[in-house]
């Protein structure tokens, strides 16, 4: 207990730190863009460019968590996050400086989540792996609570250089709680043949379609709703409900996943389903298809990550960091597409035809999973026969 507890700790700390420099980034922008001058659409580019390289970085950084174990890769993470904090704290005197510095901390993020999902594979006992993958998806909820409290705390007071310096040496900090052990010592033998990477592929498309609608939610939901003549402060207050429901519900998922026998990725594809009314909802006027939309998109349509790494994690032991690095070059994919395809459509037609069309890629994206996960039943079928016929005695598991 006390190990998996460790893990899971860890997990979390070493995931909010990997990812807290682009977060701190969009927190204090407008401290930031007065003194280096630069304005929303400059912002909006090197987020996009930051998921890009995210998505570049996924399959290289999974072959590293595997071959170096959960240990040495998250206090990697952690010394790359911190020394990026502190590199624009003392350094970034330009926009083009900024810029270079967090996409050279985009590694960071990919290492830190690919190495915390091998440390839960690995030590949490696997009765509670579903609800540890909620946890661990907290993580991202939690940097931005980190990075919009430092707005008033110290970006207002002292600077937001020493908001970054402060956030370098928390980072230092979080080594204490990263895991210590080399993860492969423990691993699974590896299984020739076990990793569906056909059924891997098309999952991460279908999670890079719904994370292109959904990364729209957190970036245009209040600016789309006073467009609709909403008041900014109700938009606001609605968009901390989402994402408080959305939190919520990705622990519910976790819990959830561990008092089932399987149809995880089934239930991701429904969460999609209902999560691309919410979407269609926001395009309709009213301050209550707002609110409804919100709670659904947020709630169902983007608390479906950690069940989906968890499903995957489950379905692949003997190399679950190579593995969900597959799902994550989707994800990474469809964070860098989707904003500007959502800008694009919004500036050019109108919000709600860009909430309609983020709908329907939604929709897409769960019938995708459904595919995928057809696929990896087709797959699993086959490897067990494999693995019982006399060939599959001379060459266990092939």
């Known amino acids: 207990m006390q190990r998996g507890a460790r893990a899971v700790a860890g997990a979390v700390t070493v995931t909010t730190v990997s990812v807290l420099p682009v977060f701190l980034t969009g927190g204090l922008a407008v401290q930031i863009s007065a003194e280096l001058g630069f304005d929303p659409g400059g912002l909006g580019l090197v987020v996009a460019l930051y998921f890009g390289i995210s998505a570049l970085a996924s399959l290289p950084c999974g072959r590293l968590v595997e071959r170096f174990g959960s240990g040495t ?30 996409l050279c901390s985009a590694w960071c993020n990919v290492l830190g989540q690919l190495s915390s999902n091998l440390t839960l594979a690995r030590y949490v006992p696997p009765g509670r792996l579903g609800l540890s993958f909620g946890i661990k998806q907290s993580a991202i909820p939690a940097a931005t609570l980190l990075s919009g409290a430092a707005v008033p705390a110290v ?18 900090v979080a080594l204490l709680v990263a895991p210590r052990e080399d993860a492969g010592r423990e691993r699974t033998p590896a299984t020739p043949g076990e990793r569906a990477t056909g059924a891997l592929s098309v999952i991460g498309l279908a999670a890079g379609l719904a994370a292109a609608s959904c990364t729209a939610l957190g970036i245009f939901l209040v600016a789309s709703a006073v467009d609709r003549g909403i008041d900014p402060g109700t938009a606001g207050l609605t968009l901390t409900l989402g994402s408080a429901v959305g939190l919520t519900l990705r622990l519910v998922h976790g819990w959830a996943a561990d008092h089932r026998e399987g149809g995880h990725i089934a239930v991701v594809a429904a969460s999609l389903v209902l ?3 919410g979407l269609a909802l926001i395009a309709v ?3 209550p298809a707002l609110v409804v939309g919100t709670v659904l998109g947020f709630g169902l349509g983007w608390a479906w990550p950690g069940l989906l ?3 995957v994690v489950r379905l692949n032991p003997s190399a679950p960091a190579a593995a969900t690095s597959i799902v994550q070059v989707g994800v990474y994919g469809g964070g860098f597409v989707g904003p500007v395809g959502f800008g694009f459509l919004a500036t050019h037609l109108s919000f709600p035809v860009a909430w309609l069309v983020g709908a329907a890629t939604m929709l897409v994206a769960a019938v995708a999973m459904v595919v995928g996960r057809r696929m990896l039943a087709t797959h699993g079928r086959a490897h067990a026969a494999a693995a019982v016929s006399p060939a599959g005695r001379a060459a266990p598991g092939a």
Do not use: E, K, N
């Open 275 to 277: 999560g691309a009314g």
């Open 73 to 102: 890769t998250s206090r990697l993470a952690v010394l790359g996050a911190a020394a990026v904090m502190g590199g624009i704290a003392l350094f970034a005197r330009s926009y083009p400086a900024l810029v270079a510095m967090l």
């Open 285 to 287: 006027p009213g301050t």
């Open 155 to 172: 970006a207002l007071t002292v600077g937001w250089r020493w908001a970054f310096a402060a956030a370098a040496g928390l980072a230092l």
């Open 309 to 311: 790494q968890f499903a």
